[in-house]
Protein backbone atom coordinates (compact mmCIF):
# COMPACT_ATOMS: atom_id res chain seq x y z
CA UNK A 1 0.00 0.00 0.00
CA UNK A 2 1.47 3.46 -1.09
CA UNK A 3 2.20 6.65 1.34
CA UNK A 4 -0.75 8.41 -0.57
CA UNK A 5 -3.01 5.55 0.21
CA UNK A 6 -2.27 5.61 3.83
CA UNK A 7 -2.22 9.16 4.15
CA UNK A 8 -6.07 8.81 2.55
CA UNK A 9 -7.38 6.37 4.74
CA UNK A 10 -6.19 8.59 7.69
CA UNK A 11 -7.40 11.69 6.67
CA UNK A 12 -10.91 10.02 6.20
CA UNK A 13 -11.03 8.53 9.53
CA UNK A 14 -10.13 11.77 11.13
CA UNK A 15 -12.67 13.80 8.86
CA UNK A 16 -15.31 11.16 10.45
CA UNK A 17 -14.10 11.61 14.07
CA UNK A 18 -14.05 14.98 13.39
CA UNK A 19 -17.49 14.66 12.12
CA UNK A 20 -19.07 13.01 14.42
CA UNK A 21 -17.22 14.76 17.59
CA UNK A 22 -19.24 18.03 16.04
CA UNK A 23 -22.58 16.10 16.06
CA UNK A 24 -22.29 15.32 19.41
CA UNK A 25 -21.93 18.57 20.66
CA UNK A 26 -24.59 20.09 18.63
CA UNK A 27 -27.31 17.23 20.25
CA UNK A 28 -25.61 18.25 23.81
CA UNK A 29 -25.65 21.81 22.99
CA UNK A 30 -27.36 23.75 25.59
CA UNK A 31 -29.32 25.13 22.86
CA UNK A 32 -31.18 22.63 22.17
CA UNK A 33 -33.35 22.48 25.08
CA UNK A 34 -36.61 21.30 26.03
CA UNK A 35 -37.92 24.33 24.80
CA UNK A 36 -36.31 24.10 21.64
CA UNK A 37 -37.31 20.17 21.25
CA UNK A 38 -41.18 20.79 22.33
CA UNK A 39 -41.35 23.09 19.33
CA UNK A 40 -39.78 21.35 17.04
CA UNK A 41 -41.91 18.21 17.82
CA UNK A 42 -45.45 20.27 17.97
CA UNK A 43 -44.49 23.30 15.16
CA UNK A 44 -45.57 20.65 12.24
CA UNK A 45 -48.67 19.98 13.54
CA UNK A 46 -49.63 23.89 13.48
CA UNK A 47 -51.74 24.97 10.83
CA UNK A 48 -52.14 29.17 9.69
CA UNK A 49 -55.98 29.20 9.09
CA UNK A 50 -57.13 32.22 6.39
CA UNK A 51 -60.57 32.55 5.73
CA UNK A 52 -62.90 34.69 3.19
CA UNK A 53 -66.24 36.09 3.42
CA UNK A 54 -68.18 37.16 0.72
CA UNK A 55 -70.72 40.32 1.77
CA UNK A 56 -73.28 41.71 0.13
CA UNK A 57 -74.89 45.16 0.53
CA UNK A 58 -78.70 45.11 -0.09
CA UNK A 59 -79.85 48.60 -1.58
CA UNK A 60 -82.64 50.00 -2.54
CA UNK A 61 -84.03 51.55 -5.98
CA UNK A 62 -87.33 53.15 -7.43
CA UNK A 63 -88.90 51.26 -10.69
CA UNK A 64 -90.44 54.04 -12.42
CA UNK A 65 -92.08 51.45 -14.86
CA UNK A 66 -93.65 49.41 -12.32
CA UNK A 67 -94.07 51.70 -9.64
CA UNK A 68 -92.85 49.50 -6.65
CA UNK A 69 -89.15 49.50 -4.68
CA UNK A 70 -87.36 46.65 -5.49
CA UNK A 71 -84.15 45.66 -3.61
CA UNK A 72 -80.89 44.52 -5.21
CA UNK A 73 -77.55 42.82 -3.71
CA UNK A 74 -74.06 44.71 -3.87
CA UNK A 75 -71.28 42.05 -4.07
CA UNK A 76 -68.86 43.98 -1.82
CA UNK A 77 -65.04 42.69 -1.56
CA UNK A 78 -65.19 39.75 0.77
CA UNK A 79 -63.41 40.18 4.09
CA UNK A 80 -60.33 38.10 5.01
CA UNK A 81 -59.16 36.85 8.70
CA UNK A 82 -56.28 35.39 10.31
CA UNK A 83 -55.83 33.01 12.78
CA UNK A 84 -54.46 29.69 14.18
CA UNK A 85 -55.39 25.99 14.36
CA UNK A 86 -53.31 22.42 15.06
CA UNK A 87 -53.67 19.22 13.86
CA UNK A 88 -54.91 16.30 15.92
CA UNK A 89 -55.77 13.80 13.62
CA UNK A 90 -53.66 12.15 10.97
CA UNK A 91 -55.91 12.36 8.76
CA UNK A 92 -56.77 15.79 8.87
CA UNK A 93 -58.77 17.70 11.58
CA UNK A 94 -57.68 20.64 13.16
CA UNK A 95 -58.68 22.08 16.29
CA UNK A 96 -59.44 26.06 16.28
CA UNK A 97 -61.76 28.58 17.93
CA UNK A 98 -65.04 29.52 16.35
CA UNK A 99 -64.84 33.04 15.97
CA UNK A 100 -61.94 32.71 13.57
CA UNK A 101 -63.90 30.72 10.79
CA UNK A 102 -67.41 31.62 11.74
CA UNK A 103 -69.46 32.36 8.97
CA UNK A 104 -66.44 32.03 6.24
CA UNK A 105 -67.49 30.88 2.64
CA UNK A 106 -63.87 30.02 2.04
CA UNK A 107 -61.52 28.28 4.40
CA UNK A 108 -57.92 27.50 3.81
CA UNK A 109 -54.99 26.28 5.96
CA UNK A 110 -51.36 26.72 5.47
CA UNK A 111 -48.76 23.87 6.89
CA UNK A 112 -45.05 23.90 6.62
CA UNK A 113 -43.31 20.89 6.35
CA UNK A 114 -39.95 20.79 7.57
CA UNK A 115 -38.11 22.19 4.92
CA UNK A 116 -39.63 25.54 5.42
CA UNK A 117 -41.90 25.06 2.23
CA UNK A 118 -45.57 25.96 2.81
CA UNK A 119 -48.22 23.57 1.55
CA UNK A 120 -51.64 24.87 1.41
CA UNK A 121 -55.03 23.13 1.18
CA UNK A 122 -58.60 24.11 1.24
CA UNK A 123 -60.49 22.68 5.00
CA UNK A 124 -64.35 22.67 5.65
CA UNK A 125 -65.94 23.09 8.80
CA UNK A 126 -67.35 19.96 10.26
CA UNK A 127 -68.65 21.13 13.94
CA UNK A 128 -68.06 23.66 16.25
CA UNK A 129 -69.49 25.19 19.10
CA UNK A 130 -70.14 29.20 19.79
CA UNK A 131 -70.81 28.47 23.54
CA UNK A 132 -66.99 26.71 23.99
CA UNK A 133 -66.17 28.44 21.26
CA UNK A 134 -64.14 25.40 19.88
CA UNK A 135 -64.49 24.78 16.31
CA UNK A 136 -63.54 21.09 14.26
CA UNK A 137 -62.05 21.48 10.44
CA UNK A 138 -61.28 18.50 7.89
CA UNK A 139 -58.38 19.12 5.65
CA UNK A 140 -59.12 18.38 2.32
CA UNK A 141 -55.99 16.43 1.03
CA UNK A 142 -54.51 16.45 -2.18
CA UNK A 143 -53.42 13.16 -2.48
CA UNK A 144 -55.55 10.16 -1.87
CA UNK A 145 -53.67 8.60 1.55
CA UNK A 146 -52.02 11.94 2.82
CA UNK A 147 -50.93 11.79 6.35
CA UNK A 148 -50.39 14.85 8.46
CA UNK A 149 -48.51 15.16 11.63
CA UNK A 150 -51.10 15.35 14.51
CA UNK A 151 -50.12 16.94 17.98
CA UNK A 152 -50.45 14.68 21.39
CA UNK A 153 -52.94 15.80 24.46
CA UNK A 154 -51.69 16.27 27.84
CA UNK A 155 -53.98 14.75 30.08
CA UNK A 156 -57.43 16.39 31.13
CA UNK A 157 -55.88 17.85 34.35
CA UNK A 158 -52.09 17.66 34.14
CA UNK A 159 -51.43 20.89 34.84
CA UNK A 160 -48.93 22.59 36.75
CA UNK A 161 -48.92 26.75 37.99
CA UNK A 162 -45.76 27.75 37.57
CA UNK A 163 -44.77 25.34 34.83
CA UNK A 164 -43.23 26.77 31.40
CA UNK A 165 -45.79 27.30 28.53
CA UNK A 166 -45.28 28.14 24.84
CA UNK A 167 -48.08 29.35 22.54
CA UNK A 168 -47.92 29.05 18.66
CA UNK A 169 -49.59 30.40 16.48
CA UNK A 170 -50.14 33.14 13.71
CA UNK A 171 -50.49 36.63 15.11
CA UNK A 172 -50.87 39.41 13.03
CA UNK A 173 -50.73 36.74 10.06
CA UNK A 174 -47.19 36.82 10.35
CA UNK A 175 -47.03 32.68 10.13
CA UNK A 176 -46.02 29.89 12.41
CA UNK A 177 -44.62 32.17 16.01
CA UNK A 178 -43.28 30.94 19.03
CA UNK A 179 -43.79 32.59 22.52
CA UNK A 180 -42.88 31.16 26.06
CA UNK A 181 -44.27 32.12 29.51
CA UNK A 182 -45.46 30.51 32.43
CA UNK A 183 -48.90 28.64 33.35
CA UNK A 184 -50.16 31.67 35.56
CA UNK A 185 -53.77 30.13 36.53
CA UNK A 186 -55.29 26.99 35.82
CA UNK A 187 -59.13 28.47 36.88
CA UNK A 188 -59.73 32.48 35.64
CA UNK A 189 -63.07 33.52 34.52
CA UNK A 190 -62.92 35.66 31.29
CA UNK A 191 -65.52 37.43 29.42
CA UNK A 192 -66.31 37.49 26.02
CA UNK A 193 -68.92 40.25 24.03
CA UNK A 194 -69.81 41.53 27.65
CA UNK A 195 -71.11 37.89 28.69
CA UNK A 196 -69.43 34.83 30.13
CA UNK A 197 -68.81 31.35 27.48
CA UNK A 198 -69.73 28.39 28.67
CA UNK A 199 -66.01 27.73 30.12
CA UNK A 200 -65.85 28.14 33.48
CA UNK A 201 -61.83 27.69 33.49
CA UNK A 202 -59.67 28.91 31.44
CA UNK A 203 -56.45 29.43 31.62
CA UNK A 204 -54.13 31.90 32.34
CA UNK A 205 -50.67 32.52 30.50
CA UNK A 206 -47.85 35.85 30.40
CA UNK A 207 -46.71 33.61 26.79
CA UNK A 208 -47.86 36.31 24.36
CA UNK A 209 -51.31 35.91 22.10
CA UNK A 210 -52.01 38.15 19.93
CA UNK A 211 -54.66 38.86 17.43
CA UNK A 212 -53.93 35.72 14.97
CA UNK A 213 -52.65 33.51 17.80
CA UNK A 214 -56.35 32.29 18.04
CA UNK A 215 -57.50 28.83 17.63
CA UNK A 216 -53.33 27.94 18.31
CA UNK A 217 -52.00 25.94 21.16
CA UNK A 218 -50.79 26.38 24.05
CA UNK A 219 -48.07 23.30 24.78
CA UNK A 220 -45.99 22.11 27.68
CA UNK A 221 -42.52 21.30 27.90
CA UNK A 222 -43.35 18.02 26.69
CA UNK A 223 -45.02 18.60 23.44
CA UNK A 224 -48.18 17.90 24.88
CA UNK A 225 -51.39 20.25 24.07
CA UNK A 226 -52.52 21.60 27.55
CA UNK A 227 -55.03 24.34 26.11
CA UNK A 228 -56.40 26.25 23.21
CA UNK A 229 -55.77 29.91 22.96
CA UNK A 230 -58.64 31.78 22.83
CA UNK A 231 -58.28 35.50 23.97
CA UNK A 232 -56.30 38.33 25.46
CA UNK A 233 -56.98 41.01 27.84
CA UNK A 234 -56.96 44.31 26.17
CA UNK A 235 -56.39 46.42 29.90
CA UNK A 236 -53.45 44.50 30.93
CA UNK A 237 -49.95 43.18 29.70
CA UNK A 238 -48.91 39.83 29.53
CA UNK A 239 -52.39 38.01 30.64
CA UNK A 240 -53.76 35.88 28.23
CA UNK A 241 -56.22 32.83 27.75
CA UNK A 242 -56.82 29.30 26.63
CA UNK A 243 -59.09 26.90 26.54
CA UNK A 244 -58.18 23.87 28.77
CA UNK A 245 -57.79 20.68 27.26
CA UNK A 246 -60.04 18.71 29.52
CA UNK A 247 -63.01 21.58 28.51
CA UNK A 248 -61.95 20.51 24.52
CA UNK A 249 -62.01 17.31 25.59
CA UNK A 250 -65.88 17.65 26.57
CA UNK A 251 -66.65 19.63 23.62
CA UNK A 252 -65.23 17.33 20.69
CA UNK A 253 -67.40 14.31 22.84
CA UNK A 254 -70.00 16.46 22.74
CA UNK A 255 -70.04 18.01 18.93
CA UNK A 256 -68.18 15.42 17.01
CA UNK A 257 -71.27 12.35 17.84
CA UNK A 258 -73.97 11.25 15.61
CA UNK A 259 -76.09 13.75 17.84
CA UNK A 260 -74.78 16.57 17.12
CA UNK A 261 -74.04 16.07 13.86
CA UNK A 262 -77.01 14.03 12.21
CA UNK A 263 -79.63 13.78 14.39
CA UNK A 264 -79.11 10.13 15.39
CA UNK A 265 -78.68 8.83 18.94
CA UNK A 266 -76.23 6.58 20.00
CA UNK A 267 -75.78 6.96 23.63
CA UNK A 268 -72.56 6.64 24.77
CA UNK A 269 -69.93 9.75 25.09
CA UNK A 270 -66.13 8.38 24.52
CA UNK A 271 -63.31 10.12 26.18
CA UNK A 272 -61.18 11.70 23.39
CA UNK A 273 -58.09 11.91 25.19
CA UNK A 274 -57.84 8.36 26.82
CA UNK A 275 -55.45 5.73 25.37
CA UNK A 276 -57.36 3.34 25.17
CA UNK A 277 -60.63 5.14 24.03
CA UNK A 278 -62.96 4.79 27.10
CA UNK A 279 -66.81 5.25 27.60
CA UNK A 280 -67.12 7.64 29.83
CA UNK A 281 -70.70 7.54 30.32
CA UNK A 282 -74.16 5.96 28.94
CA UNK A 283 -77.48 7.63 28.89
CA UNK A 284 -80.41 5.68 30.11
CA UNK A 285 -82.80 3.98 27.53
CA UNK A 286 -80.15 4.77 24.89
CA UNK A 287 -79.11 2.00 21.95
CA UNK A 288 -75.66 2.01 23.75
CA UNK A 289 -77.28 0.91 27.17
CA UNK A 290 -79.34 -1.65 25.45
CA UNK A 291 -76.81 -3.44 23.61
CA UNK A 292 -74.97 -3.64 27.26
CA UNK A 293 -72.24 -1.12 26.87
CA UNK A 294 -71.38 0.10 30.27
CA UNK A 295 -69.03 3.49 31.75
CA UNK A 296 -65.28 2.27 31.79
CA UNK A 297 -65.34 -0.42 29.08
CA UNK A 298 -62.70 0.24 26.70
CA UNK A 299 -62.44 0.52 22.99
CA UNK A 300 -60.45 -2.37 21.22
CA UNK A 301 -62.51 -2.19 17.97
CA UNK A 302 -65.02 -0.65 16.20
CA UNK A 303 -66.48 -2.67 12.90
CA UNK A 304 -63.45 -4.57 13.33
CA UNK A 305 -61.23 -1.97 12.82
CA UNK A 306 -58.78 -0.45 15.77
CA UNK A 307 -59.82 2.92 16.18
CA UNK A 308 -55.91 4.69 16.30
CA UNK A 309 -57.35 8.13 17.85
CA UNK A 310 -61.06 9.40 18.75
CA UNK A 311 -61.34 11.50 15.45
CA UNK A 312 -61.05 8.07 13.47
CA UNK A 313 -63.32 6.17 15.83
CA UNK A 314 -65.89 9.39 15.45
CA UNK A 315 -65.41 8.98 12.00
CA UNK A 316 -66.60 5.41 11.20
CA UNK A 317 -69.50 6.16 13.29
CA UNK A 318 -70.81 8.32 11.57
CA UNK A 319 -70.59 7.04 8.24
CA UNK A 320 -72.55 3.92 8.96
CA UNK A 321 -74.83 4.09 6.05
CA UNK A 322 -78.38 3.41 6.03
CA UNK A 323 -78.56 0.35 8.30
CA UNK A 324 -76.98 2.43 10.84
CA UNK A 325 -76.15 -0.25 12.85
CA UNK A 326 -72.27 -0.76 14.54
CA UNK A 327 -70.19 -3.28 15.53
CA UNK A 328 -68.32 -2.83 18.45
CA UNK A 329 -65.55 -5.05 20.69
CA UNK A 330 -64.77 -3.76 23.98
CA UNK A 331 -62.14 -4.99 27.34
CA UNK A 332 -64.10 -4.94 30.60
CA UNK A 333 -62.26 -6.67 33.18
CA UNK A 334 -60.03 -8.31 31.60
CA UNK A 335 -62.70 -9.81 29.27
CA UNK A 336 -63.64 -9.19 25.55
CA UNK A 337 -67.01 -8.49 25.06
CA UNK A 338 -68.71 -7.73 21.63
CA UNK A 339 -71.65 -5.73 21.04
CA UNK A 340 -73.91 -4.40 18.49
CA UNK A 341 -75.63 -0.75 18.59
CA UNK A 342 -77.90 0.02 16.22
CA UNK A 343 -78.60 3.81 16.14
CA UNK A 344 -81.97 5.89 15.79
CA UNK A 345 -82.88 9.11 15.12
CA UNK A 346 -82.94 11.44 18.20
CA UNK A 347 -86.87 12.37 17.28
CA UNK A 348 -88.34 9.02 17.70
CA UNK A 349 -87.33 9.01 21.87
CA UNK A 350 -86.77 12.72 22.49
CA UNK A 351 -90.24 13.79 21.29
CA UNK A 352 -93.22 15.71 22.35
CA UNK A 353 -94.69 12.40 23.46
CA UNK A 354 -92.11 12.20 26.19
CA UNK A 355 -92.30 15.76 27.19
CA UNK A 356 -96.38 15.59 27.89
CA UNK A 357 -95.50 12.27 29.85
CA UNK A 358 -93.74 13.78 32.23
CA UNK A 359 -95.06 17.40 32.21
CA UNK A 360 -98.53 17.33 30.98
CA UNK A 361 -97.67 20.02 28.27
CA UNK A 362 -97.91 19.78 24.86
CA UNK A 363 -94.82 21.24 22.90
CA UNK A 364 -94.75 22.57 19.37
CA UNK A 365 -92.13 24.39 17.98
CA UNK A 366 -92.60 28.38 17.61
CA UNK A 367 -92.74 29.09 13.18
CA UNK A 368 -93.13 32.69 12.10
CA UNK A 369 -96.63 32.22 11.60
CA UNK A 370 -97.12 31.23 15.07
CA UNK A 371 -95.19 33.52 16.71
CA UNK A 372 -97.16 36.63 14.83
CA UNK A 373 -100.27 34.95 15.95
CA UNK A 374 -99.48 35.29 19.84
CA UNK A 375 -97.86 38.44 19.05
CA UNK A 376 -94.60 36.97 19.89
CA UNK A 377 -90.88 38.97 18.17
CA UNK A 378 -89.41 36.38 17.41
CA UNK A 379 -89.18 32.65 17.02
CA UNK A 380 -87.37 31.26 20.22
CA UNK A 381 -88.56 28.80 22.13
CA UNK A 382 -91.73 26.56 22.76
CA UNK A 383 -94.95 27.42 22.23
CA UNK A 384 -97.03 25.56 24.66
CA UNK A 385 -100.39 24.05 22.86
CA UNK A 386 -101.94 21.78 25.72
CA UNK A 387 -102.26 21.16 29.32
CA UNK A 388 -103.57 18.43 30.35
CA UNK A 389 -106.08 19.06 33.26
CA UNK A 390 -104.00 17.37 36.70
CA UNK A 391 -100.88 17.37 35.17
CA UNK A 392 -97.21 18.94 36.80
CA UNK A 393 -97.97 21.82 33.77
CA UNK A 394 -101.95 22.25 35.05
CA UNK A 395 -100.80 22.14 38.50
CA UNK A 396 -97.92 24.62 38.49
CA UNK A 397 -100.53 27.32 36.10
CA UNK A 398 -98.84 26.84 32.99
CA UNK A 399 -101.79 28.09 30.29
CA UNK A 400 -101.79 27.42 26.19
CA UNK A 401 -100.14 30.17 24.12
CA UNK A 402 -96.96 30.89 26.96
CA UNK A 403 -93.39 30.27 25.45
CA UNK A 404 -91.00 28.17 27.00
CA UNK A 405 -87.90 29.80 26.51
CA UNK A 406 -85.83 27.35 29.12
CA UNK A 407 -85.56 23.84 31.11
CA UNK A 408 -83.26 24.54 34.65
CA UNK A 409 -81.66 27.26 33.01
CA UNK A 410 -80.75 25.75 29.91
CA UNK A 411 -82.41 27.71 26.07
CA UNK A 412 -84.54 25.22 24.50
CA UNK A 413 -85.02 25.49 20.28
CA UNK A 414 -86.69 22.41 19.45
CA UNK A 415 -88.44 19.77 21.07
CA UNK A 416 -85.45 16.92 21.40
CA UNK A 417 -83.37 20.06 23.33
CA UNK A 418 -86.46 20.61 25.53
CA UNK A 419 -87.01 16.50 25.84
CA UNK A 420 -83.25 15.56 26.68
CA UNK A 421 -83.35 18.02 29.28
CA UNK A 422 -86.22 16.00 31.14
CA UNK A 423 -85.00 12.22 30.04
CA UNK A 424 -82.77 12.16 33.18
CA UNK A 425 -85.10 13.40 35.90
CA UNK A 426 -86.81 11.30 38.24
CA UNK A 427 -90.40 10.56 38.89
CA UNK A 428 -90.86 13.35 41.58
CA UNK A 429 -87.91 15.34 40.52
CA UNK A 430 -88.91 19.00 40.32
CA UNK A 431 -87.88 21.57 37.04
CA UNK A 432 -88.05 24.79 36.60
CA UNK A 433 -89.65 26.53 33.03
CA UNK A 434 -89.04 30.01 32.09
CA UNK A 435 -91.45 31.13 29.99
CA UNK A 436 -92.42 34.45 27.53
CA UNK A 437 -96.60 35.76 28.62
CA UNK A 438 -97.61 38.10 26.30
CA UNK A 439 -101.07 39.71 26.71
CA UNK A 440 -102.64 42.34 25.05
CA UNK A 441 -103.85 45.61 26.84
CA UNK A 442 -105.92 48.09 24.12
CA UNK A 443 -104.14 48.67 21.49
CA UNK A 444 -100.18 47.58 22.90
CA UNK A 445 -98.84 43.95 23.51
CA UNK A 446 -97.24 43.37 27.08
CA UNK A 447 -94.61 41.53 27.61
CA UNK A 448 -93.57 39.39 30.79
CA UNK A 449 -91.34 37.08 31.98
CA UNK A 450 -92.24 33.92 34.43
CA UNK A 451 -90.67 31.22 36.01
CA UNK A 452 -92.92 27.80 36.84
CA UNK A 453 -91.66 25.55 38.84
CA UNK A 454 -92.84 21.64 38.23
CA UNK A 455 -93.30 17.81 39.98
CA UNK A 456 -92.96 15.78 36.82
CA UNK A 457 -94.30 12.56 37.12
Known sequence: MS???KNCKIGVAVGLTLCFATLGQADDSPRHDKVVVAVGQVMPSVVNIATKTRVQRVRYYYDWWRDNWAPYAQELPPEESAGS????????YVLTNVHVVKDADEIWVKISDGSGE???YRAEAVAGSLATDIALLKIIPKNTGEHF???AFAGDDDLLLGETVLALGNPFGLGGSVSRGILSSKSRRAKSGGSKLDIPDWLQTDASINPGNSGGPLINLDGEIIGINVAVLREGQGIGFAIPIKRVNESLARIFTPEFLEGNWFGAAIHPGSRPLTVASVEPDSPAAKAGLL???RVETINQHPPGSFMEFASRLLNLGRDRTVSL???????LVNSRVTLIPESAY???GLIREKTGATLEELTPEVARALGHNSTEGLVVSQVDDDSPAGVAGLTTGVVVLAVDGQEVSDIVSAARCLHGCKEGAQVK???LQVRRSGLFLRRRTARFTLQLR
Open 3 to 5: ILD
Open 85 to 92: GVVVDSSG
Open 118 to 120: ANL
Open 149 to 151: TAA
Open 295 to 297: PGD
Open 329 to 335: QVEREGK
Open 350 to 352: FNA
Open 433 to 435: LDV
